[in-house]
């Protein structure tokens, strides 16, 4: 069983002070900044806790082995689903209310889509039938509670195969997954549509889902791999040999190109077309002084550094370095979750000030401590499973 | 003295790297192992030196790049350059992005081409090349150690029944 030290403890309450006094602040002098720097934190952890579902229900479909020994590790993550979730909801919730100086997205706005006000867009009005506000927060609502109710009873049946034993759990286990990816596969396409895409509500891009969710994978495995080598460190999971920490690396490298693949195929094929009504959405991230260092700077960190520093082998076996490119990688993706809010609501406003790390650190400080209290929960070994033998023996 | 050639058959490849084990213990050489599929696990038990491959593979993907970057640069920039669209096109650095396919393809085509080819040359497999495998069963089911041996066979042949082959032959 798992213990949370002292020093973990206090770091994550003191990370939450910290939050909770740059959220008090942000919303006290500026409301309007406040909100979108809340909704990129929000994005920013939902999705990882959200991907930690997808990784369980990947290793079912694909029948994977190697993951058996540290499945625990995003089954605890799982546990900061529902409270990320429920920010998020919050968010839209007001969003739609305009409470509280919560004016994130523009085609919320009074009278858009009405041709008799003078707000009205004629673009935003065609889209009215996907971009209505109560659809909206059904939509929001069935995203967050279908996610937690996978998470959950695919942690449930992990936990109840320990108890009892047998096959039945890693079946229905099976089956559990295999309808949530389906599930997954459109509302994680969908949601970034809405809670992302619909802030720049002239522009599109066919593919954002699928560079949101690359984004997300990232920054699941990264999660995942810093809190196995923190547990490792501290001499639990002994049966996590070097090859799953390969494994993991692996996979980081990996979806580390797949995130530059997809964002350079959407800026090369907008900025080659130079379609005036495509291009805005770059124009804001590249023109904007504020913007403009940032947009090349994550591209360049998210992209060099996991593709010189683990390329080889023996890179990805070392610790050191493997802790090194992902806390880099992860404040990469930090900044490209702000860039994917902050221009489109604040344009020339937006920048990076205490507001905004702040309540990184805060939502931080409470990721470790939901997380770490639902390690204590369960034996961090498992038993039962019957991969688990396949797990313990892995070597590549 | 002659030198004798023994061959030990097995059927299960965890005997068989069980066997490796217990050979290369006993300080006696192998000469070649010959398996239906890579065995995890073979190549440190029989203490192969790691492969170079990978270092080959960047070599060549760096060639790939310069190559067509060097290409592309001459194409669209110096002998004829090309208004598409209105992109910049007396420039390189301005007109990168539309060029990072073509450097991102022809990476990977030299990349995966010369590794091929190096991986044929370096196995000797030229067109014609005669199989140097003692037992075609070691293509379907069936794993064979080799050995080439001065003087006396019998303290390997010993070894060989004891960590379970199913069959020694000697020539």
Known sequence: MFTITKNARNLSFGLMIIGVIALILGFVNDAHSAWPSLLFNTYFFLGISVFAVFFIALQYVAEASWSIVLKRIPEAIISFLPISGIIMLIIMITAVMHFGGNHIYHWMEDGIMDPNSENYDKIIAGKEAFLDTTFFLIRSVIYILGWVYFGRKLKQLSLNEDKHGGLENYNKGFRTSAWFMVFFAITSSIASWDWIMSIDTHWFSTLFGWYVFSEWAVIGFVSILLITLYLKRLGYLESVNESHIHDLGKYIFAFSLVWTYMWFSQFMLIWYANIPEEVAYFYDRLELENYKFLFWFRVAINFLFPIILLMSRDAKRNNTRLIFVCIVILIGHWLNAYLLVAPGTLKEYGHIGFTEIGMGLGFFGLFIYVVFNALTKAPLETKNHPFLDESKHLHT | ?171
Do not use: Q
């Not at chain 2, 003295?1 to 050979?23: A, C, H, P, Q, W």
């Not at chain 2, 007109?95 to 450097?103: A, D, L, T, W």
């Not at chain 2, 010369?114 to 140097?132: H, R, V």
């Open chain 2, 1 to 171: 003295m002659s030198r004798k050639t023994v061959y030990g058959i097995f059927d299960d490849e965890e005997v068989l790297l069980n066997s490796v084990k217990e050979i290369k213990s006993n300080n006696i050489d192998i000469k070649e192992v010959y398996t239906p599929f890579p065995v995890h696990g073979l190549d440190k038990a029989l203490g192969l030196k790691e492969t170079r491959m990978a270092i080959a593979a960047f070599v060549y993907g760096c060639l790939g790049i310069t190559f067509a970057g060097l290409m592309i640069y001459n194409i669209m920039i110096i002998d004829w350059p090309m208004n598409i669209g209105g992109k910049p096109n007396f420039t390189f650095y301005h007109n990168v992005p539309s060029f990072v396919p073509v450097m991102f393809e022809c990476t990977v085509l030299f990349a995966a081409h010369l590794m091929s080819i190096t991986y044929l040359i370096k196995c000797g497999l030229f067109p014609g090349a005669k199989s140097e495998n003692p037992d075609p069963r070691t293509t379907d089911d069936k794993f064979l150690i080799e050995f080439e041996l001065e003087g006396s066979t019998k303290k390997v042949k010993d070894l060989l029944s004891k960590t379970g082959a199913s069959e020694i032959n000697e020539k």
